[in-house]
Nanobody, 122 residues
Framework: VQLQASGGGSVQAGGSLRLSCTASGRTLSSYAMAWFRQAPGQEREFVGVISWSSGRTRYTDSMKGRFTVSRDSGKNTVYLQMNSLKPEDTAVYYC????????????????WGQGTLVTVSS
C-alpha cells in the first residue's frame, strides 16, 4: 500500500484544515487507516483511526469533538478534518495503514505516508 498525504499548511488558532491521504496498490476493505502526529522532540501521537469496512472511528480523548476522520471509498482516500485548531496542534501529521482492526499504537501500522506539516499560530 502506498500512501500520499496532503493538505497541511499554516493556519491561525481557531481555524480549520482538512488533510487527505490517498492510498494505492491495494483494496482497503480489510484495512484500518489512521492519523498520527509528531511534534519536534516528542513521540508520535495517535490522532484518530477509521475502519475501512465498517466506517467506525476512534479518537484520542483530547481531540474528540475537534477532529474527524472519514473516508471516501470511491477515491480510496481518508480525511482528517481539524477544527478549532490550537498552537499545540502544530506537528507533522502522518497517515498510516494496517491490515486488520483499528489500533492506537503506531508500532502496529505497516504502511506510512510521507507526513504533512501543520502549523498553527496564536
Amino acid at each position: 500500500v502506498q500512501l500520499q498525504a496532503s493538505g497541511g499548511g499554516s493556519v491561525q488558532a481557531g481555524g480549520s484544515l482538512r488533510l487527505s491521504c490517498t492510498a494505492s496498490g491495494r483494496t482497503l476493505s480489510s484495512y484500518a487507516m489512521a492519523w498520527f502526529r509528531q511534534a519536534p522532540g516528542q513521540e508520535r501521537e495517535f490522532v484518530g483511526v477509521i475502519s475501512w469496512s465498517s466506517g467506525r472511528t476512534r479518537y484520542t480523548d483530547s481531540m474528540k469533538g475537534r477532529f474527524t476522520v472519514s473516508r471516501d471509498s470511491g477515491k480510496n482516500t481518508v480525511y482528517l478534518q481539524m477544527n478549532s485548531l490550537k498552537p499545540e496542534d502544530t506537528a507533522v501529521y502522518y497517515c498510516a495503514a494496517r491490515r486488520g482492526s483499528t489500533d492506537m499504537d503506531y508500532r502496529k501500522y505497516d504502511y506510512w505516508g510521507q507526513g504533512t506539516l501543520v502549523t498553527v499560530s496564536s
